[in-house]
């Protein structure tokens, strides 16, 4: 079995183990909701981004409010996902870019995405998939790359060499339901610090298991 066919019937399991699985763990209503919660999610657990950004839309709920909101109120509203005195000027700076250049609406490129302070490929492939349904890349976030490596389907240690190696792996179709189901295992049974290998759907398929 060649790593495509073996990728096919991870894929082919863990549908069965997760029907539940969500494509996002963040809260959103709108492409611009996505797009901020996104930034926001760098580094901090998704219930802590949905805790603040159901506040922080409230107060800002489009592009046009969130440009004309003080720095400093952007910064307290956001304080608890870290890093919010930058975070808060990528916010500010990304909604004068998207009613400045963009027209008010959210771009659908990565190229376009990624021109956003704080906004990463990673960042950009979530927006993509999620808010429009566009597959462009594969979301490789902490999960994803590390359960990637673990069932030797990439060797690579960086985002983007691991996505472009599951890019050459997965049907394009597929790259979407891979990000989706690849990040449930790695929170519910695929964890990095006890992964519960005798309970995996696929551990006949993983080269790392340990049973």
């Known amino acids: 079995m060649n790593d495509k066919e073996r990728a096919k019937k991870v894929l082919s399991k863990l549908a ?12 959103f209503k709108s492409p611009f909701e996505m797009l901020i919660a996104t930034i926001l999610s760098a580094r901090a657990m998704d219930v802590t981004v949905n805790k603040v950004t159901s506040v922080l839309f409230k107060k800002y709920p489009d592009a046009k409010s969130m440009m004309g909101a003080p ?3 952007l910064a307290t ?11 808060a000027e990528y916010l ?29 490929r ?3 492939n979530v927006v993509l998939q999620v808010a429009f349904g566009i597959n462009e890349g594969v979301i490789v976030d902490t999960h994803i790359g590390r359960v990637s490596e673990k069932l030797g389907l990439s060797e690579s240690k960086t985002p983007e060499k691991i996505e472009r190696d599951l890019m050459e792996l997965l049907p394009q179709k597929s790259w979407s339901e891979y990000a989706r189901l690849i990040g449930a295992h790695g929170r519910r049974t695929c964890k990095s610090r006890k992964p519960n290998c005798p309970t995996c759907a ?6 790392s298991a340990e049973l």
């Open 16 to 27: 069965k183990a997760y029907p539940d699985a969500p494509v996002t763990y963040l809260d």
């Open 71 to 73: 720095l400093e109120d």
């Open 77 to 87: 509203i956001i304080r608890t996902v870290g890093a919010h005195n930058r975070k």
């Open 92 to 120: 500010k700076n990304s909604a004068s870019m998207i009613v400045e250049e963009f027209n008010g609406k959210i771009p659908k490129t990565i190229d376009e995405l990624a021109r956003f302070p704080g906004v990463s």
């Open 122 to 124: 990673k960042t950009a």
């Open 202 to 207: 696929v551990n006949d398929l993983c080269p």
